[in-house]
C-alpha cells in the first residue's frame, strides 16, 4: 500500500510536471515557437525526403513488375575456346521449357551519316524478329525486321523519332539511304524507342537493325548479350536453372562464362541502392534535426538561468533533485515533440506533393513517422537532459541569495 | 559519529559546536564559530542579529538548505551531515516549512497553487491538495483571495500565502527568516499574531530577526554577533 501511495505521488509530480512545462511553455511564446519551429524543419525534411523516395521506389517496383515480368537477361562472356553464342545455341535454348522466346543484344556504335549530316557515338542494337513481338507497340511505321533479315545480314535498319528528326526532316525516311559507319543501310521503318525504368538501366538503343549484321559489324559472329522470354512471370527460377545448366555444357564446364539477370535481382539491385540514397539523405536531413536540438539546449539553458531563484524556492520547500530534473527534461521533451509532430504532418503534406508533382504513388511511411516521432523525443531528452541536470544540482541557497 | 542520547521528550533538534567557513577568494572566512543550540518541540524561539552576524547560514543550516563545516547536528533521530541530498529534500518537505523575507512566491500561480506546491513535490494527490490548501488559506485569514495573483495582493496577503504554504505540509518546524522584515508595523503586527497562534497550537517556531522588538514576541531570544551565539537573559536587548 505505501508503495502504491508513492507510486501515485509520482504520478501526480508527473502530471503537475506537464502542466507546469506546458504553461512554461506558453509563458514565452515566441521562444517557445522558435525553438520548435527549428525541430520542425529538421523533421519535415526527413520525414519528406524519406517518404518521397520511398513513393519513387515504389513507383519504380511496379513499372518492373508489369514489364519485367517474365524476362531474364543472360550476359555470356563464353569460355577461350567459345567466345559467346550462336544460331544453333539460342536453338537449344529456345527447347528449354517455358521459354517463349529470345532476342539477342548485339550493340554497335555507330557514325550515323546522311548526305551532310553527321552525328557519332549513336547507338545501334542488333536484334531479330522476336524483339516485336515482345515491344508490341513500338513500330510506328515501315517494317519489322523480319527472320529473312536476319539470315542475308541484311543492311536494313529502323531508326527512333530523335534520328527522323535529325536526317530526315520533313521527309518520309522510309526506303531512305543511311550511311553507319560509312556502311549503306535502308531504312525499313520507324520505331518508339523502349522508355520503361528497365530500358533506362541498359541504356535505349536509337537504331534497331538484323543482329547478323551487327555481329558483323562488330567482326564478330557470336552473341554475348541475351534476352530470354519466358511463359510465365513465376518459371524465373526455373528456367534459369535449366539454362545455367544447358550454358554449362555449352561453356565446357568453365567458371565465370556467363550471368544470368532476372527482373527480381535488378529490382533486388535498385531498392539497395534507393535506400541507400534514402539513408543518405536522411542522414543529411538530420543534421537539421541536431541543428534543432541544439535550439532546444539554448532555451533551456536560458530557461535555467532565469528561473534561478524560483528552482532555489522549490528545492527549499522540498522538491528533490530528481523532481526538478524531470521538470525540465518534461519541458524540453514537450518542446521536441510538439516541434516534430508538426514536422510530421508538415512532412507527410510536403511529400505527398512532391509525390503527386513527380507523378508517383504516395505511400505513407510508417517507419518514416516513427523515426521523426523517435529521433525528436530522443532530440528532447539528450539535448534537454543538460540544462535539466544543471538545474537539479543548483544549490538552495545560492539560488535564494539572488531573491 | 557520535552515538545519539536516548531522546528526551520534545527535543527537536541538538547543535552542537557548528561551524561554517566559506571560501572567499584564496582565504576561508568563518561565518559561524562554534554555535550550540538545543530546541524543543512546541518552542518560540528568536535568533537575534545584525546584518552580517552569521543568522542567515544559521536559519539555512537549521533548514537542512546548508551542511555544517564542522560540528554536530541531530535533527529527530537524523544525523544531518550524513544525509544524501535526496533525504535532506525529503527532511525539507516534511518537517520543515520556510518563511522568507519577501514572501517569495511564484508570480505566475494564483495563491492556492502556491499553496499547493510542496504538497505537489510530497506526492499528495489532487483533491486532498486542494483541501488543504484551502484549509491554510482559511487559517491565515483570506479565505476571500485563494484564486488571486501574488502581485494583486497586499505585502501583508502575500507574507500569509507564504505562511500557509509554510504550514500546509504540517511541519513540525515553522523557520521565519525575517518574515515582518518588508511589511509596516501594524501588518507585522498582525502577522506576530498570527505566529502567537500557530505557536498555542504546538508548532515550533524559530524566527530570524534583526529588530528587538519582533524578537521580543518569542518566549525564548538568542542573540548572534560575529557568529557567537549567546543566550539572552531576562530583558532582551541589543546593541
Not at chain 1, 84 to 108: C, Q
Request: charged share 20%; proline share 2%; with cysteine.
Amino acid at each position: 500500500m505505501n508503495a502504491f501511495a508513492s507510486f501515485m505521488g509520482m504520478v501526480y509530480m508527473f502530471i503537475e510536471s506537464c502542466a507546469m512545462a506546458i504553461e512554461n511553455i506558453m509563458q514565452n511564446r515566441l521562444r517557445s515557437f522558435l525553438t520548435i519551429l527549428g525541430i520542425m524543419i529538421g523533421v519535415t525534411a526527413v520525414i519528406s525526403l524519406i517518404t518521397t523516395i520511398s513513393g519513387v521506389s515504389n513507383s519504380i517496383s511496379s513499372s518492373f513488375t508489369s514489364m519485367g515480368a517474365g524476362s531474364l537477361t543472360l550476359t555470356a562472356t563464353g569460355s577461350d575456346l567459345k567466345e559467346g553464342l550462336d544460331d544453333d545455341d539460342f536453338t537449344r535454348i529456345l527447347a528449354l521449357e517455358h521459354v517463349r522466346g529470345l532476342t539477342p543484344n548485339v550493340s554497335v556504335s555507330c557514325t550515323v551519316t546522311s548526305g551532310k549530316t553527321s552525328e557519332t557515338s549513336i547507338t545501334a542494337t542488333g536484334t531479330n524478329a522476336y524483339y516485336f513481338s515482345v515491344h508490341e507497340n513500338s513500330l510506328k511505321s515501315g517494317r519489322k525486321i523480319n527472320s529473312i533479315d536476319t539470315e542475308n545480314m541484311a543492311r536494313v535498319c529502323l531508326i527512333n523519332k530523335d534520328l527522323v528528326e535529325s536526317f530526315f526532316y520533313g521527309v518520309s525516311p522510309i526506303g531512305q539511304t543511311l550511311y553507319l559507319n560509312r556502311l549503306q543501310f535502308t531504312v525499313i521503318g520507324i520505331f518508339e524507342s523502349d522508355s520503361s525504368v528497365a530500358s533506362l538501366l541498359s541504356g535505349s538503343a536509337k537504331i534497331l537493325m538484323p543482329y547478323s549484321t551487327a555481329l558483323k559489324m562488330n567482326n564478330a559472329s557470336l552473341v554475348n548479350n541475351l534476352t530470354i522470354y519466358m511463359d510465365s512471370a513465376n518459371a524465373s527460377d526455373e528456367v534459369e536453372e535449366e539454362l545455367g545448366t544447358l550454358l554449362d555444357e555449352i561453356f565446357s564446364y568453365e567458371d565465370d562464362t556467363y550471368t544470368i539477370t532476372t527482373m527480381d535481382s535488378i529490382e533486388e539491385t535498385m531498392n539497395t541502392m534507393m535506400s541507400m540514397m534514402s539513408a543518405l539523405l536522411g542522414g543529411i536531413a538530420s543534421i537539421a534535426l541536431v541543428v534543432g536540438g541544439i535550439g532546444i539546449m539554448n532555451m533551456m539553458l536560458t530557461s535555467v538561468t532565469e528561473r534561478t531563484v524560483e528552482i532555489g524556492l522549490k528545492k527549499a520547500i522540498g522538491a528533490e533533485p530528481g523532481q526538478i530534473q524531470i521538470q525540465f527534461l518534461i519541458e524540453s521533451f514537450l518542446l521536441s515533440m510538439i516541434g516534430g509532430l508538426c514536422g510530421v504532418a508538415l512532412g507527410i503534406g510536403l511529400s505527398a506533393l512532391m509525390c503527386h508533382l513527380m507523378g508517383t504513388n504516395f505511400v505513407i511511411s510508417y517507419g518514416a513517422i516513427l523515426l521523426g516521432v523517435g529521433f525528436s523525443a530522443a532530440v528532447g531528452i539528450i539535448f534537454g537532459w543538460s540544462p535539466a541536470r544543471k538545474a537539479s544540482k543548483l544549490s538552495p541557497i545560492d539560488a535564494l541569495r539572488r531573491m | 559519529m557520535q552515538k545519539m542520547e536516548t531522546e528526551q521528550g520534545g527535543c527537536f533538534f541538538r547543535m552542537r559546536n557548528i561551524v561554517k567557513r566559506y571560501p572567499l577568494g584564496d582565504e576561508y572566512v568563518t561565518i559561524l564559530k562554534g554555535i550550540s543550540l538545543d530546541i524543543d518541540e512546541g518552542e518560540f524561539l528568536s535568533v537575534l542579529g545584525p546584518s552580517g552576524s552569521g543568522k542567515s547560514t544559521l536559519m539555512n543550516i537549521i533548514g537542512c538548505l546548508d551542511l555544517p563545516t564542522e560540528g554536530e547536528y541531530i535533527l529527530r533521530n537524523n544525523v544531518v551531515l550524513d544525509l544524501s541530498e535526496k533525504a535532506l529534500s525529503h527532511i525539507r518537505s516534511r518537517e520543515i516549512g520556510f518563511i522568507f523575507q519577501n514572501s517569495q512566491l511564484l508570480q505566475r500561480m494564483d495563491a492556492m497553487k502556491n499553496v499547493e506546491l510542496p504538497l505537489i513535490y510530497a506526492g499528495v494527490r489532487p483533491k486532498e491538495r486542494h483541501r488543504r490548501a484551502e484549509e491554510m488559506l482559511c487559517k491565515v485569514g483570506l479565505e476571500d483571495r485563494m484564486h488571486h495573483m501574488p502581485n494583486q495582493l497586499s505585502g501583508g496577503q502575500q507574507q500569509r500565502v507564504a505562511i500557509a504554504r509554510a504550514l500546509v505540509t504540517h511541519p513540525s518546524l515553522l523557520l521565519a527568516d525575517e518574515p515582518t522584515g518588508a511589511l509596516d508595523q501594524t501588518t507585522g503586527r498582525q502577522i506576530m499574531d498570527l505566529f502567537h497562534e500557530l505557536n498555542g497550537e504546538g508548532h515550533t517556531i524559530i524566527m530570524i530577526t534583526h529588530d528587538v522588538n519582533i524578537a521580543r514576541n518569542a518566549r525564548r531570544v538568542v542573540n548572534i554577533i560575529d557568529g557567537v551565539m549567546t543566550e539572552a537573559e531576562g530583558e532582551v536587548t541589543f546593541a
